[in-house]
């Protein structure tokens, strides 16, 4: 039996299906540790693949008052115990984590335990929980470090992947919470992209799915719109051309089904992640970035998108990702036991 842990965000949880998908193929047992907050519950709550789920009250410590930094500490401590009391109760042999503040109790709870510590950063730039805990880890997974292990990312991904040769269609996308910076651009982009023919899927997250509804009927335009998508990578095999952030996960992603895409970084992601993981692209001048300021500048940004190479881009990412680094990931994890 093995611990699955972490999440918060789609990025995070992402990497947890994939190793869940691939520990159901190699017959392995799973439980799956969370938390009540972020989108974990919505993700895995009804997911029937686990042996056993457990959702419990940890909370981020990043960008809190000293004194509530302490006081999440010491909930998280009080936690690992109760992750370590889980652990014994399934013969836990390992603990995977995708970081995230939901993986800090169980992560603890392993050392604690003595139980083998596995990390997956998914980031080019490290978060404070996995950097903190990367010492005490058995081994130490990511698709940005010299020792490379491939990105996990569904199959459905690659399946779908397609040769881009002329925009017909674009899809923005803000993440599995949507962006409002993204959805904001791709209406006032809209009636340009209509001029030209060019068809939209926008991806905007629940919160602004209504204003964004509203905002292409005033507008007159046709669009694919949806807050979330359990078949992201469909929409994506629509478009010859992604509007992205740049999250780890959406990129691999963007990367597997050889998507072309301009990516417009979260200026405010830890550590400035997000232009790192995209610059990870552009220094193989695969991809082009424009931070919120240089969209500004809507004659480069339309310049830049009715230019692009979309047949040269579309043929070199195939060779940036590859399938199978969920299964990689697993066989590791077990020859090192």
């Known amino acids: 039996m093995i611990v699955l842990t972490g999440g918060g965000t789609g990025g995070h949880l992402n990497i947890v299906k994939c190793l869940l998908e691939s520990a159901v193929k190699k017959n392995l047992d799973c439980i799956y540790i969370g938390s ?88 080019s730039k490290s978060g404070a929980l996995n950097s903190f805990l990367k010492p005490f880890s058995k081994n130490f997974f990511s698709a940005f470090e010299k020792e490379i292990i491939p990105y996990p990312v569904g199959e459905d991904f690659f399946t779908l992947a397609r040769e881009r040769k002329e925009l017909k269609t674009i899809i923005f996308l803000g993440g599995s919470q949507g962006a409002k910076f993204i959805n904001q651009l791709a209406l006032q982009l809209a009636s340009k992209l209509k001029e030209r023919d060019i068809k939209i899927i926008h991806q905007c997250g629940k919160e602004d799915y209504e204003l964004c509804e509203k905002a292409y009927k005033e507008l007159n335009i046709d ?24 999250g780890a996960s959406t990129l691999f992603e963007l990367c597997a089904n050889t998507l072309p895409t301009i990516f417009i970084p979260y200026p405010y992601a830890a550590k400035n992640h997000q232009f790192f993981n995209a610059k990870f692209l552009q220094d193989r001048a695969l991809c082009q970035i424009f931070t919120q300021e240089q969209c500004q500048n809507e004659k480069a940004l339309l310049k830049s998108i009715f230019t692009m190479n979309l047949e040269y881009l579309s043929q070199k990412l195939q060779g940036i990702t590859q399938k199978n680094g969920a299964n990689l990931m697993l066989e590791r994890v077990l020859n090192s036991l």
Not at 76 to 105: M, N, T
Not at 231 to 240: G, T, V
Request: charged share 25%; glycine share 4%; hydrophobic share 45%.
């Open 223 to 246: 669009v694919d719109l949806f807050a979330f998508h359990n078949d992201l990578a469909s929409k994506m095999r629509e478009a010859d051309l992604a509007i992205s952030r740049a």
């Open 36 to 123: 009540e907050n972020g989108q974990d519950k919505t993700w895995f709550e009804k997911e029937e693949r686990f042996k056993a789920k457990y959702f419990l009250s940890s909370t981020g410590v990043v960008n809190q008052s000293k004194f509530k930094k302490l006081k999440a500490l010491k909930h998280i401590l009080k936690l690992s115990f109760k992750c370590q009391k889980i652990f014994k109760e399934h013969s836990v042999k390992a603990v995977i984590s995708v970081g995230g503040y939901s993986a800090a109790p169980a992560s603890f709870g392993a050392i604690f335990a003595r139980i083998p510590l596995f990390i997956h950063e998914q980031n």
